[in-house]
């Protein structure tokens, strides 16, 4: 995960939005926060855990000028990430659903 969110962090596309909305330094406070919340999300989504009870389509309603271009990239770097942390099996699972979401989100917010 900090993998991903330094990756993203650092790239021209993404990392605007993450970083008006939690700030540059993975180690702080929010972002500490919403690494947490996104190891709840990701435990409930693989694994069937309760874990997380937050608000999904909420919380990309507020990412301003977020675009159809944002979740390619979003894709090709969790992608790429996935596969170097994980074995086939289970990257492919993460994979799965990061791609299931990213059409909802197009399909939610109409982008
Ligand atoms: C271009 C793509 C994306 C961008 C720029 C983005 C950005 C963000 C930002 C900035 C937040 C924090 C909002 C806040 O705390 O105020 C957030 C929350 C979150 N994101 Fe994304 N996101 C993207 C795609 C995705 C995808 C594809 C998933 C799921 C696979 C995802 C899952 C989540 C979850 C679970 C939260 C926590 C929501 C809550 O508050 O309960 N995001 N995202």
């Not at 993998?3 to 008006?20: K, V």
């Not at 993975?26 to 989504?45: P, S, T, V």
């Not at 990412?63 to 492919?92: G, M, Q």
């Amino acid at each position: 995960m900090t993998l991903f969110y330094n990756r993203a962090i650092a790239d021209s596309e993404l990392g605007p939005f993450f970083i008006h909305q939690l700030g540059d330094d993975i180690k702080n406070e929010d972002w500490i926060e919403h690494i947490e919340l996104l190891a709840d999300f990701w435990l409930a989504e693989l694994l069937g855990l309760k874990t997380y009870k937050g608000n999904i389509y909420g919380a990309h309603i507020k990412v301003p000028h977020i675009n159809r271009e944002s979740f390619k990239k979003w894709i090709e770097l969790f992608t790429t990430s996935a596969d170097e942390v994980y074995v086939p099996d289970i990257s492919n699972r993460f994979k799965e659903r990061g791609m299931f979401f990213s059409e909802e989100f197009i399909r939610y917010l109409k982008i």
